[in-house]
């Protein structure tokens, strides 16, 4: 089983707090919520992650191991961040085949993902003209190719109608039942609440929950969501204060 653990990491830009000392773990066989307003340092600790960032201090670390000492990489993690990067005028099997090559996976796995995420019926469609729900299973059987043990995706219902949204929901849930660590970013909370078993919720790039679901009481996860990262009375009656103890910027 190959897990996700984060370990007191802080990433600063100047004078700007990314994420501060942040700790927690991603199971296997579980499909994980990363959850957190805008700003909050989702994906920050993302790309962190991934390689993309290097920390300030700590580390975040995939099987033990950091993104960068991986053999295969791409065998063992597959990453959707945003869904770009494809060539508009390359039609969809041939942006997966050269990725293939460069993976060093079979062209069989190829029509495998395609048929997987449901696009074999718009293979040979240039992306360009691909809507963004089309785009996002794109980017999902780019992450699929290499058949990895760890899936990290940002906002992958992005695009999607409610039919794509219940379909993800499903292939999401069967990489988690197969023994997969799957790390889902998004910000819509209803469809979270229908997916994951587990919750990472960060707020001002601090940590104010790592657990399971069913962890956060008898509140809706937007209700958690909310308290957790919104505003609490000052029981001395002054300014409203953050989770923590800062005051918002206004009160400063």
């Known amino acids: 089983m190959t897990e996700i ?3 007191d990491l802080t990433k600063r830009f100047g004078a700007a707090r990314g994420v501060e000392e ?10 994980t919520g990363f959850l957190g307003p ?13 390689g993309l960032v290097r920390p300030t201090s700590g580390e975040a670390l995939i099987g033990g191991r950091r993104y960068a000492d991986l053999e295969r990489p791409r065998r063992v993690v ?5 869904a770009t990067g494809f060539h508009p005028g390359r039609r969809a099997r041939d942006h997966l085949r050269i990725l293939a090559a460069t993976t060093g996976v079979p062209v069989s796995r190829v029509d495998e993902v395609l048929e997987l995420v449901e696009l074999a019926g718009h293979a040979e469609r240039r992306v360009g ?25 940002d906002e992958p ?11 993800l929901r499903g292939m999401l849930r069967r990489l988690a039942a197969e ?15 229908q997916t994951v078993d587990h919750v990472v919720i960060v707020h001002e790039g601090r940590l104010r929950y790592a657990g399971p679901l069913d962890g956060l009481g008898d ?3 937007e209700d958690a969501f909310l308290r957790l990262t919104g505003p609490v009375p000052d029981p001395a009656g002054g300014a409203p204060q953050r989770p923590g103890g800062t005051a918002p910027a206004a009160a400063r």
């Open 179 to 193: 023994g997969r660590t799957v790390l889902v970013s998004s910000h819509v909370l209803s469809e979270v609440a």
């Open 219 to 221: 509140d809706s996860l």
């Open 22 to 31: 942040l700790t927690f773990d991603v199971p296997s066989g579980q499909v």
């Open 5 to 7: 653990s984060v370990r």
């Open 157 to 167: 219902a992005n695009g999607l109608d409610p039919a794509g949204m219940a379909w």
């Open 78 to 82: 597959g990453a959707l961040l945003e």
């Open 129 to 153: 003209g691909y809507s963004l729900g089309m785009r996002q299973r794109l980017g999902l059987a780019s992450a699929l190719l290499g058949d990895p043990q760890v899936l990290v995706l």
């Open 38 to 50: 805008n700003g909050a340092g989702k994906t920050t600790t993302l790309r962190v992650l991934l």
